[in-house]
């Protein structure tokens, strides 16, 4: 994805022949694009992601390899790609994503699409970001997450942009 940001140069300095948290890659931590983090997140830990992809058969992510086009029948707009997670810290280096077949699909748990803020977002394939409001049901959340289901999706709120919510109560 680097390259894709505008950060080949960062990109550049991994060794693709070492795992995530191999010696030069390790030291690469620290150089985590602002892109890879929640913008209201203000910790200490300045290496873990926010942002995750669902992996599963059903998902658009199979692995570590995105689906070829056209392989959503439930149409991009139907189709999460990418979701907010503050679950546990996960490095944004590190091949960790949600697991489609352990998660609870319910909406701010641990397991699952969660924020600090509220409702938290997701991005669809199409490009748009939803909000999953906290009543969400685990049937729309599913569904929402599988590529090729046919389920019924109801309407969620919808943005360009997913920073325009209120922080969540401490």
């Not at 680097?2 to 960062?10: N, T």
């Not at 693709?16 to 209201?40: C, F, I, K, V």
């Not at 979701?83 to 697991?99: C, H, N, Q, S």
């Not at 699952?112 to 959340?141: E, K, N, R, W």
Request: glycine share 8%; proline share 9%.
């Amino acid at each position: 994805m680097l390259p894709y940001l505008d950060q080949q140069a960062l990109f550049e300095q991994f060794d693709l022949t070492e795992p995530w948290d191999g010696p030069t890659n390790a030291g690469l931590l620290s150089q985590m694009p602002n892109t890879y983090r929640l913008h209201t997140i203000d910790d200490d830990n300045k290496t873990a992601t926010n942002y995750v992809a669902v992996v599963g058969e059903k998902t658009m992510w199979s692995g570590a390899e995105g689906r070829p086009n056209g392989f959503s029948t439930d149409g991009s707009l139907n189709t999460l790609l990418v979701a907010e997670f503050v679950g546990r810290p996960i490095p944004w280096t590190k091949p960790e994503d949600l697991l489609f077949d352990e998660m609870d699909m319910t909406v701010d748990s641990d397991n699952g699409i969660c924020s600090v803020l509220t409702p938290p977002a997701f991005l669809d394939a199409g490009g748009f970001v939803h909000y999953l409001p906290s009543d969400t049901d685990q049937d729309t959340v599913r569904a929402w997450l599988t590529a090729q289901g046919g389920e019924p999706i109801g309407e969620l709120p919808k943005s360009r942009d997913g920073r325009l919510r209120p922080r969540k109560p401490r």
